[in-house]
């Protein structure tokens, strides 16, 4: 990783600040609806529906602030896209835990690196009681006709997509912990996606919900002694594909450590990574086979290769210090951030071994494919945001894997958050489509939705929001 900062001697005294704009982690607190924002450039006639993006946006209750980037309070916003006209609306979701920090004027939820219960009296109890956490700000999802937003300690929340309503809890996780990447169920279009259970007996649970339900059907167990801290999962016809980080914590330490959530995890790296693939029908699972230690949040797509072995790639890092870089004190200092890269992992459960290989020069993270097309198979494209010379995520990269080359959309001062790709109707290209990112422009203090040709990254049209919003994670296209 290159240095924060040049040292006070070498340091030129125009030096320009690294890493974050400060705008991208400012609270925003006022709620909008705008029927129709300034458009500049051509928005494709058949460009219909919304771009809707979960992410926090509030970190600050009365004198008390979260910690960590991804702490924040919830908020949805909404690119509607309709008739060449863009409409933009953003709504807090009204979860327990913005409700009642609201109403108490303190934290009063744990969120992942925020623990609001000081005393130990307070952390065994609330271990024993825990009062999980509904901030959905990760990801969002549609499962039949609804749409939900999810974070990963637990608890998912189903929205309106028209109006950014909060509706309710749509079911609940069979576990703790969760992630809120779920994979879709080509079979039903149901939901796929594990939860940890955590106490005296660990173990992952895989479960599948179908469109209309609130039940979680738990598929496959996987017992397991140091749970991962895993952010999404892969899948291919045959498995589900875990990799287990050596970024792991000890159940039984986390109710005296005094520590919020990611603190109790460590990074050993002598644990290497662990994958087990998990047989989607039988539950029966395979493995762990030991690679590398890597940490990453993000699996790209997973597919079975003819002879039997299992194609992963991931966004890694080299260790688990991203999270370190993401904590909002640090990201105030103006640190660079660890740089990712690609990554494709070959499990061949035959031999038992795991090889790995850098798949492109340029990292990305927050990566998007044409999930419809082509996960669980082989595939070509992918998009994703790069570090470049901010430090901070500063451009969207496409990277075609058939001869490893790499495309990139950059503007100095405009920082890109994830690039959602929506496919051309009757597409016949994998790549034919467009990106839909929205972005910072530092010098104006606002941002927009851009619109990129997904194939060259020409820029096609951009439309204004009213104000900055600040940096989130994921968001999806709803096709009206
Ligand atoms: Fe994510």
Redesign the pocket.
Known sequence: MEPATASPETAPKTAKRAGIPAKGIESLEAETRVESVPVSGELPVWLTGSLIRTGPAKWEVGDQSMNHWFDGFAMLHRFGIADGKVSYANRFLQTKAYRAAKEKGEIVYSEFATDPCRSLFGRVFSIFNPKLSDNAN??LTKLGERYITMTETPIPVEFDAETLETVGVPYEPPGLLT???PHMERADGGMLNYAAKVGPRNSYRFFHIAPDSDEPNVTATLPVRHPAYM??FGLTERHYVLAEFPYVVDPIKIPLSGRPYIENYEWQPERGTKFTLIDRKTGEATGPFKGDAYFG??HINSYEDEDGTVVADICVFDDAMIVQDLYLERLREGKRISEPEVRRFRIDPKAGTVTSERLVEKGFD?PRINYMRCSERPYRYVWGVGTGESGWLDEIVKADLSDRSTKVWAKPGHFPGEPVFVARPDAEDEDDGVLLSVVLDEAKGSSYMLVLDARDLSELARAEAPHHIPFG??GQFARA
């Open positions: 990760v990801n992630t809120a990447h952010h999404s949040f993000h927050l994670f994921h």
